[in-house]
C-alpha cells in the first residue's frame, strides 16, 4: 500500500468505505517515517503508531510541531534548554486533536524556540527540503512542513508567530493555514512572543487544513486571549480580492513573474482583481514585528533559569554563576533575541523602540483593515524568495530577517492568511497568500479554496 500524494480527506473517505484501515494509515506513516527521517530530519521524536480507530480522524497519527506540548512526549522546542523536558499535560489543541480520535504520529523539528524563518535554527540539526536536499525547508516549522511535503504525516501542527507556517509550507509546495490571533487555544504552546503567535495547520489542501481547523478552534477557558469564531461554510463563488502592489515588488523576478501569472488565471476565472500601489507602512512592518518579538520573547524565556525550567547546573561558584552557566544552553540566535529585547525593554530604550512598536502595529492595523474594506481577501505572494541552500542564513542571519518582510502583516493585524502554492519554479514553487480581517477564517479558507482549483499547480495525485 502507496499513500504517497494522499489528502486526509481521501484517507478519511477511504477509512470509511473500507477500503483502507486505520492501522494500515498509521502503519505507512510511521515507516516512511522512519526511512526518511535519516536524511530529511523531520522530526525530533517519532512515536510507535497506537491506533484506536474511533472519532471522525479514526485514530490517525497527525505530526505536532515541538513546541507544542504532549502529555508525557518529549517536547523540546528544537532547544538544548528543553531536550529532557516532558510536560505532564496536553496543550488544548492536542487534546481537542484526541478527542476527535486524532493521535499523535511525533514531535517535528524547527527552529529553535521558533526562532527563525529556514528551519537552520534547531540544536537537533537543519531539516532538508524535500523537494532539494541541500536546500532550506523554511521554519520555523520546517519539520511539519517537510514531514507533510514528503508524506511522512497526513497533515500536521505548527506555530505561526510571523510567518512559521506559511513560510515552510511555501518553501515545500503545501498548504499552510495561520488562523486568526485567538482562534485556536494556545494553551499549550511554549511561548515566543504570545501577543503575535497561533496554532497553525500544514496540509497537501486547504480542504485538509479546514477539516483540522474546525476540530481544534474555538474558545478555551484555559486562554483568556482566545475566541470563537464563526465556522460556517461562506458562500463566495467569485472573490474579490485585492493585490498590494508595494508588496509584490518586494519580491524577486522569478518569484514576481510566477505570482503576475496567478493572477491572470484567477481573473480569468471569474476573481475579481483590484490594485492598491502602496501600503504606506510596508517599510515599518519588519522593524515593529522584530521589536515587538524580541521584547515578548525576553521575558518570555526568563523562566529558563535552571531552576524553574532547563537543565541543572551541575556546578557554580555563586547565583550568578549558576545563571549564566544555565542560560548557556539557548543557541545563538536565541540569545542574540534575549539581549535585544531586554535592551528594548530597559528604561530609557523603551519609550524609543518598544512602545514606538506598538504605536506602529497599531497604525498598521488601522490601514490595513480600511484597504481590505470591500474586498473578501487581500492577496500577495507569501516568501519573496525561493528556498536558499542550507547555511546561507547562519553565515547571515539578515537574509532570513528580510525573508519575512512579506508574512508578518497578519502576526501584526491578528488576521487569518492561508498559503497556498500558485506557481512552480524549477523543482521549487512560489506560494501566494489569502489574508483577511480577524475572525473571517472561514471566508479566507473559501478564497483559497477556490484559488486552489484554479490554478491546479500542485496535483496531490488523489484528492
Ligand atoms: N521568522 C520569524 C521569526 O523568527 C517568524 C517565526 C515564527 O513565526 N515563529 O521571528
Not at 515507516?31 to 472519532?55: C, D, F, H, M, Q
Not at 480580492?241 to 503576475?260: A, N, Q, R, T, W
Not at 529558563?304 to 550568578?320: C, F, L, M, Q, T
Not at 530604550?349 to 504605536?359: F, N, S, W
Amino acid at each position: 500500500m502507496n499513500l504517497e500524494g494522499y489528502t486526509l480527506q481521501l484517507i478519511l473517505r477511504e477509512i470509511e468505505n473500507g477500503s483502507l484501515s486505520p492501522e494500515d494509515v498509521n502503519e505507512f506513516y510511521y515507516k516512511r517515517s522512519v526511512e526518511l527521517n535519516s536524511v530529511l530530519n523531520a522530526y525530533i521524536t517519532l512515536l510507535e503508531p497506537r491506533s484506536r480507530a474511533e472519532g471522525d480522524l479514526k485514530g490517525i497519527a497527525i505530526a505536532i510541531k515541538d513546541n507544542i506540548s504532549t502529555k508525557g512526549i518529549r517536547t523540546t522546542c528544537a532547544s538544548k534548554m528543553l531536550e529532557n523536558y516532558v510536560p505532564p499535560y496536553d496543550a488544548t489543541a492536542v487534546s481537542s486533536l484526541k478527542k476527535h480520535g486524532g493521535s499523535v504520529l511525533g514531535k517535528t523539528n524547527m527552529d529553535e524556540f521558533a526562532m527563525g524563518s529556514s528551519g537552520e535554527n534547531s540544536a537537533f540539526g537543519p531539516t532538508r527540503n524535500p523537494l532539494n536536499k541541500e536546500y532550506v525547508t523554511g521554519g520555523s516549522s520546517s519539520g511539519s512542513a517537510a514531514a507533510v511535503a514528503a508524506d511522512m504525516a497526513p497533515i500536521a501542527l505548527g506555530s505561526d508567530t510571523g510567518g512559521s507556517v506559511r513560510a515552510p509550507a511555501s518553501f515545500t509546495g503545501i498548504v499552510g493555514f495561520k488562523p486568526s490571533y485567538g482562534a485556536i487555544s494556545r494553551y499549550g504552546l511554549i511561548a515566543y512572543a504570545n501577543s503575535l503567535e497561533v496554532i497553525g495547520i500544514l496540509g497537501k489542501s486547504v480542504e485538509d487544513v479546514k477539516i483540522l481547523f474546525k476540530m481544534i478552534a474555538g474558545k478555551d477557558p484555559m486562554d483568556s486571549t482566545s475566541i470563537n469564531v464563526d465556522l460556517k461554510e461562506k458562500n463566495i463563488s467569485k472573490p474579490n480580492i485585492l493585490v498590494i502592489k508595494s508588496f509584490v515588488e518586494l519580491s524577486s523576478e522569478e518569484v514576481k513573474k510566477e505570482f503576475y501569472n496567478s493572477i491572470g488565471k484567477l481573473e480569468s476565472a471569474g476573481f475579481g482583481i483590484s490594485y492598491v500601489d502602496k501600503f504606506s507602512l510596508t517599510d515599518y512592518m519588519l522593524s515593529s514585528y522584530y521589536t515587538i518579538a524580541c521584547a515578548e520573547a525576553s521575558t518570555n524565556l526568563s523562566r529558563y533559569d535552571g531552576i524553574r525550567y532547563g537543565p541543572k547546573v551541575e556546578s557554580a561558584s555563586n547565583w550568578r554563576d549558576y545563571i549564566s552557566k544555565a542560560r548557556s544552553f539557548f543557541g545563538p540566535e536565541v540569545k542574540a533575541r534575549i539581549m535585544m529585547g531586554t535592551f528594548i525593554l530597559s528604561a530609557g530604550y523603551y519609550e524609543t523602540y518598544y512602545l514606538r512598536a506598538l504605536q506602529l502595529r497599531k497604525m498598521i492595523k488601522q490601514e490595513f483593515e480600511k484597504i481590505i474594506s470591500g474586498y473578501d481577501a487581500v492577496y500577495v505572494p507569501t516568501m519573496p524568495v525561493l528556498p536558499w541552500k542550507i547555511g546561507k542564513a547562519i553565515e547571515d542571519p539578515k537574509i532570513a530577517y528580510a525573508a519575512d518582510v512579506l508574512t508578518v502583516l497578519p502576526n501584526l493585524t491578528g488576521s487569518p492568511a492561508i498559503s497556498i502554492p500558485v506557481g512552480k519554479v524549477r523543482e521549487f514553487f512560489v506560494g501566494g497568500q489569502f489574508i483577511g480581517l480577524r475572525a473571517e477564517d472561514m471566508k479566507v479558507l473559501k478564497v483559497a479554496a477556490i484559488a486552489e482549483n484554479v490554478l491546479q499547480v500542485k496535483k496531490n495525485g488523489r484528492n
